[in-house]
């Protein structure tokens, strides 16, 4: 198994009683609650982090972009990527994933992967998402076309990094009369395409595609939800001709060790709880899923699943519903396994900086992670694992 | 009222309709089509005709409908599918937006044309609450005025299919996203429209806000006006009788 440290790099010092006033951490909180004299020792603690992960061993540190939120600061996560390819030596840096609907020019994502790529000398593994439905507030862009838009960005920038230019491309919402990519990217074909998802058949189907083979990515959702996206993806597999690897599928989690299950249960309470209900807080279902941005049936099915539990987590719901690691070393080294076998994913991703942790919770658990997990976890995918349905 | 289906070069449309006369096509607004006291006021003196917008209510977003443009000529071709010289066109909200990009492309089938609270015109004021972001309930309350009328309104719907409403907004979102309920051109068109012209407003409208009726005015040449007092957005519904007797005047006059 590879392991990998995911960081949203929230805003950490969000006034929770503040933005308790607002009905959102996300697109209405205004921006007046956040001080830049205190963003910019985040985002210097936050790379710091990433940097120290690099340090530890982890296999990957990984970036992801979110807008116009407490909840992540990386509405432009290729700039993180770019200082972290300077400063790290080992780890593939992930970005996972950029939001290509958002954008007007995929090409530009095309380039900034490229560029990344050579700074990185090869080190990148890159996302593509669709933004979550709140972004499609804050960017403009009509959630009705989101799907047509993902699609048609992903062919162009594929195309753009394995096709000789210059080529024409004529889509019905990106079109190009020029495509010719300088720098062409490191990585042949191209960088690895992961694809971070919370479990939409859709996109498990079109990963799982013989052409593709894209790792998916499960993020943060309970562990029914995980194992049976993870069974999709080995179903369509199979469908297509072809068993799915461990390397194809990846498995985000909140993950907080400390000495004893006791100790880390009650430091972890406050901040997962907070990531939870507030970071993770929206007014109604109009902003986490706009209109069209997923078929009438998935949204139906969405409403029925993410809305009932959200605003009441408490850290007893979420390690039941198995949404997040949290233990001495030997208890969620323990679950892992157990996770791994139930579910087959080849890499781990885990969020070791949660919502408001403090910089010296988070490198205990950053380090104590590093030292008493990961080596047991790292190169432990075992054979057997990819017969399991 | 019945309902029909009628082909629009491919398309299926479905349609309510009722009464003879003169034929009224009208519109429907962001909650898609539904009969209300204007549709039945309306259908006494007149032949009512009252299609269901692709996109809206139980017709999926066909794949070329990428903006109003597309709505717009797609309304005209409605108009010649249903084999008539003219109609007295008619638009509510989203639909009056249309409307009025029908008037300014041709309006050689048009009799005349009427605009209730039509999107379409940017608000100078702040804007009136984003219906996108609004819940269900809290999207119905925004419409009225009346919140007796509110009240009436959400027993009713309580029965809808989740399915209708959410195309509805999907319908609507595909047309109105950005810039949001607003062209940033039609104003500059709106001189084109040179036909009698009714529009109404209700003062207390939360969605677009009842200043915008000004721009309207001042571009279309000689527009009757009807500034209704006490009424949200949801014209229809909240002034229906009183509408359907001054615009119906205001049609045999323009005949």
């Known amino acids: 198994?590879?392991?990998?440290?995911?960081?949203?790099?929230?805003?950490?010092?969000?006034?929770?009683?503040?933005?308790?006033?607002?009905?959102?951490a996300w697109v209405t909180i205004p921006n007046s609650n956040f001080d830049p004299q205190k963003g910019m020792k985040l985002y210097d603690r936050y790379i710091g982090e990433l940097e120290l992960g690099d340090k530890l061993g982890f296999d990957g540190i990984c970036v992801n972009e979110h807008h116009q939120t407490a909840y992540g600061l990386m509405p432009a996560p290729n700039l993180i990527a770019a200082a972290l390819a300077r400063s790290t030596k080992q780890a593939k840096i992930c970005i996972l994933g950029r939001a290509l609907p958002l954008v007007n020019n995929p090409v530009m994502i095309a380039e900034e992967f490229a560029m990344l790529d050579h700074m990185s000398g090869g080190r990148?593994?890159?996302?593509?998402?669709?933004?979550?439905?709140?972004?499609?507030?804050?960017?403009?862009?009509?959630?009705?076309?989101?799907?047509?838009?993902?699609?048609?960005?992903?062919?162009?920038?594929?195309?753009?990094?394995?096709?000789?230019?210059?080529?024409?491309?004529?889509?019905?919402?990106?079109?190009?009369?020029?495509v010719n990519l300088w720098p062409r990217p490191v990585q042949a074909p191209h960088p690895p395409v992961w694809i971070p998802s919370q479990g939409s058949k859709e996109t498990i189907v079109w990963c799982a595609a013989a052409e593709r083979k894209y790792t998916y990515l499960q993020t943060f959702s309970p562990y029914p939800v995980?194992?049976?996206?993870?069974?999709?993806?080995?179903?369509?597999?199979?469908?297509?001709?072809?068993?799915?690897?461990?390397s194809?599928?990846?498995w985000a989690v909140p993950t907080y060790v400390a000495e004893t299950d006791e100790i880390a249960r009650r430091e972890l309470k406050e901040h997962i709880e907070v990531f939870f209900n507030k970071f993770l807080r929206f007014p109604s279902i109009e902003m986490r899923l706009p209109p069209g941005y997923s078929s009438i049936s998935s949204t139906k099915t969405l409403m029925e699943m993410k809305f009932k539990n959200r605003t009441s987590s408490t850290i007893d719901t979420l390690i039941d519903n198995g949404m997040i690691l949290v233990g001495s070393p030997e208890t969620v080294r323990a679950r892992i396994e157990q996770c791994q076998k139930e579910m087959g994913f080849g890499h781990l991703m885990a969020m070791l900086q949660i919502a408001t942790m403090p910089a010296d919770m988070t490198e205990r658990n950053i380090r104590l992670f590093a030292a008493e997990v990961m080596p047991h976890l790292q190169g432990a995918v075992r054979p057997q694992l990819q017969a399991i349905a | 009222m019945r309902e029909t289906v009628l082909d629009v070069r491919g398309t299926n449309v479905r349609m309510f309709e009722a009464g003879t006369g003169p034929t009224v096509l009208v519109l429907h607004g962001i909650d898609g089509l539904a009969v209300d006291p204007l549709l039945s006021d309306l259908s006494k003196s007149f032949r009512v005709v009252a299609p269901e917008f692709p996109g809206f209510t139980r017709s999926p977003i066909p794949d070329w409908m990428m903006s109003v443009n597309d709505a717009a000529f797609f309304t005209l071709d409605l108009i010649a599918a249903l084999g008539l010289p003219q109609v007295h066109l008619v638009g509510h909200s989203i639909g009056g937006w249309i409307a009025a990009e029908v008037a300014i492309r041709s309006t050689h089938a048009l009799a005349s044309l009427s605009l209730l609270a039509p999107a379409g015109v940017m608000p100078r004021e702040a804007p009136g609450q984003d219906v996108f972001l609004l819940s269900g309930e809290e999207g119905v309350r925004a419409l009225f005025h009346d919140q007796a009328l509110a009240d009436q309104e959400i027993a009713a719907r309580a029965g809808d299919e989740l399915d209708i409403m959410l195309q509805n907004r999907a319908g609507l979102a595909r047309l109105a996203w950005t810039p949001r309920m607003a062209s940033v051109v039609l104003p500059h068109w709106l001189h084109r429209i040179d036909i009698p012209t009714f529009i109404a407003w209700g003062r207390e409208d939360r969605i677009l806000p009842f200043s915008t009726h000004e721009v309207f005015l001042k571009e279309i040449a000689g527009a009757e006006f009807l500034a209704l007092s006490a009424c949200g957005h949801a014209i229809p519904q909240e002034r229906g009788a009183e509408v359907a007797r001054r615009m119906g005047a205001f049609m045999n006059g323009a005949n």
Do not use: C
């Open chain 1, 226 to 246: 995980a194992l049976k996206a993870f069974n999709a993806y080995r179903e369509e597999a199979r469908k297509n001709g072809y068993e799915a690897q461990p």
């Open chain 1, 124 to 178: 990148i593994i890159t996302g593509f998402v669709r933004g979550i439905g709140s972004e499609y507030f804050s960017n403009s862009v009509n959630p009705t076309f989101s799907h047509e838009r993902f699609y048609e960005a992903h062919e162009l920038i594929i195309k753009a990094w394995t096709e000789t230019g210059p080529f024409r491309y004529q889509g019905k919402h990106y079109q190009f009369d020029y």
């Open chain 1, 248 to 250: 194809q599928m990846g």
């Open chain 1, 1 to 24: 198994m590879k392991v990998y440290f995911f960081h949203l790099m929230p805003y950490g010092d969000l006034d929770i009683a503040e933005s308790d006033k607002h009905n959102s």
